[in-house]
T-cell receptor, first 117, second 111 residues
Framework: AQTVTQSQPEMSVQEAETVTLSCTYDTSESDYYLFWYKQPPSRQMILVIRQEAYKQQNATENRFSVNFQKAAKSFSLKISDSQLGDAAMYFCAYSLNYGGATNKLIFGTGTLLAVQP | SQTIHQWPATLVQPVGSPLSLECTVEGTSNPNLYWYRQAAGRGLQLLFYSVGIGQISSEVPQNLSASRPQDRQFILSSKKLLLSDSGFYLC??????????FGQGTRLTVV
């Protein structure tokens, strides 16, 4: 069964600094998607970034980028120039690229990021 | 554009009472639909997902059930609530190659 592991329950970063959140996953499949979601105190889930496993190039979205290591099954999120509004719970998620009945979206346990002014 | 509606936002129910949470999606067809539960301050546990009308997959044994009577409607139910059913429930939808889009969530407190 596929699993997603986030080993850092909490992280802290100074405003304007860079922080990296870790995520590892376990799968025997080769074609899948990986996501990072942000959940601020409002509890609304917001997509931060997505990565297709068949793409070797790491995804980037403005200050957010990932380090995707397919062989190591690692998918870390780097936040550059951290801002106070980045404070939130961050979830890593995995999904097969498969339209059938096993198209589950599995989440990790989350990392709570605090941003210090 | 696509939108997802989930209601109610908050609910306080006594132990042993029934439950019905509803989620509807607009602007898309044949989405995959999901129900998640989030314990206080923790991760999202997948409860049910559906790839079509009447097709429900359950991820964990529990006191809850789900139904999909229409293409864009997903309902989470219970005949008799337990204290352990308290939590934050999130509905989500996605199409085959997209990310998931989430509702606003329902905070359920069983007393």
């Amino acid at each position: 069964a596929q699993t997603v592991t986030q080993s850092q329950p909490e992280m802290s970063v100074q405003e304007a600094e860079t922080v990296t959140l870790s995520c590892t996953y376990d799968t025997s499949e080769s074609d899948y998607y990986l996501f990072w979601y942000k959940q601020p105190p409002s509890r609304q889930m917001i997509l931060v970034i997505r990565q297709e496993a068949y793409k070797q190039q790491n995804a980037t979205e403005n200050r957010f980028s990932v380090n995707f290591q397919k062989a190591a099954k690692s998918f870390s999120l780097k936040i550059s120039d951290s801002q106070l509004g980045d404070a939130a719970m961050y979830f890593c998620a995995y999904s097969l690229n498969y339209g059938g009945a096993t198209n589950k979206l599995i989440f990790g346990t989350g990392t709570l990021l605090a941003v210090q002014p | 554009s696509q939108t997802i509606h989930q209601w109610p936002a908050t609910l306080v129910q006594p132990v042993g009472s029934p439950l019905s949470l509803e989620c509807t999606v607009e602007g898309t067809s044949n989405p995959n639909l999901y129900w998640y539960r989030q314990a206080a301050g923790r991760g999202l546990q997948l409860l049910f997902y559906s790839v079509g009308i009447g097709q429900i997959s359950s991820e964990v044994p529990q006191n809850l059930s789900a139904s999909r009577p229409q293409d864009r409607q997903f309902i989470l139910s219970s005949k008799k609530l337990l204290l352990s059913d308290s939590g934050f429930y999130l509905c989500a939808w996605r199409n085959r190659e997209t990310e998931a889009f989430f509702g606003q969530g329902t905070r359920l407190t069983v007393v």
